[in-house]
């Protein structure tokens, strides 16, 4: 069973930090890529951070390159998200998602976490 437990969010003021894991379970974790996204109110779900298997590459949405740096251990089948300079615009439910094209555990979502950025 293919189980993704995101972790981390809350309420943090503007210009603050926030570091977002999420844990990995049921599938070969080291063999996929790993995905954040985030889905803000009334606003689609949008990318913002993709990671090789190995964490060799990594690629951000422009709205959060240079603030945003994902990261992995393989050791512990979890996937790391710091976040700095945080901008209210930041607001949102963030996800984990594992994104091998063509992979079984690729359908699935976690239940996200929820990052507040407000004064």
């Known amino acids: 069973q293919v189980q993704l437990v995101e972790s981390g969010g809350g309420l943090v003021q503007p210009g603050g930090s926030l570091t977002l894991s999420c844990a990995a379970s049921?599938?070969?974790?080291?063999?996929?890529?790993m995905s954040w996204y985030r889905q803000a109110p009334g606003k689609e779900r949008e990318l913002v951070a993709h990671?090789?298997?190995?964490?060799?590459?990594?690629n951000y949405a422009d709205s959060v390159k240079g603030r945003f740096t994902t990261s992995r251990d393989n050791a512990k089948n979890t996937v790391y998200l710091q976040m700095n300079s945080l901008k209210p615009e930041d607001t949102a439910v963030y996800y984990c998602?594992?994104?091998?094209?063509?992979?079984?555990?690729?359908?699935?979502w976690g239940q996200g976490t929820q990052v507040t950025v407000s004064s």
């Open positions: 049921g599938f070969a974790f080291s063999s996929y890529p």
């Open positions: 990671i090789t298997n190995t964490g060799g590459s990594t």
């Open positions: 998602k594992p994104a091998l094209a063509g992979g079984v555990a690729s359908r699935y």
